[in-house]
């Protein structure tokens, strides 16, 4: 759905048919999906500005250019990328598409974020742990449910990287319409998609014990506009935030 959103071809009918419900409830989710993306390459684009030099993408999706590590190498090019999902298509598309520089690294982890130990496991050979890592989970936790416990996701996520490691979040909030948010909710969840919208202090409670990098927790059109041409909406509900490991 999320590719459908994009404009992208590799969705499926039954994708399409539940995107055009998500639509009919939400006509700016499209305009949503590309403020996220904008978001992703702002973010992604300053930490490497900072010197980082390593990232796991999770829940990267399809790749759409460009792509994090696109990003990320056009600034240094030995930067080292890992892109995990738990797709079998965005599997086939990423060994197809994510091309790296000859000085970095590009790689790609099939794996599920409800067992971030096995997405870890799988990064270490591409990624050196000792180091600092931005860590994103860009458009990921609004599909993970309370029930698979996503703050301690989170913290054993964080847990595995070294001080100096980042945290990049944006993530779907009801706030400003509960009671569209909460039918466009019921679309993903009929279509065997877990979903759930978060209040921004609900999403603050991802970044505990982190330090908040400028603007701080804001929406994702509000978050340093100025890194990029594009920045979508202020009117997009969706929450944005870029944190440091102590």
Known sequence: MYDYFLGG??????DAEAAEQVVGLFPAVREMARTNRWFMHRASRLLAERGVRQFLDIGTGIPTEPNLHQIVQGIAPDARVVYADNDPIVLRHAEALLHSTREGRTAYVHGDVREPGEILAAARQTLDFTRPVALSLVALLHLVPDEDEPGRIVRELLETLAPGSYLTLSHATGDFDPETWERVVEVYRRGGTPAQVRSREEFAGFFSG??????GLTLAALWHPELGERHGGEEIPLYAGVARKR
């Open 210 to 215: 982190l330090d908040l990098l400028d603007p």
């Open 9 to 14: 071809k590799d969705n499926y009918p039954v």
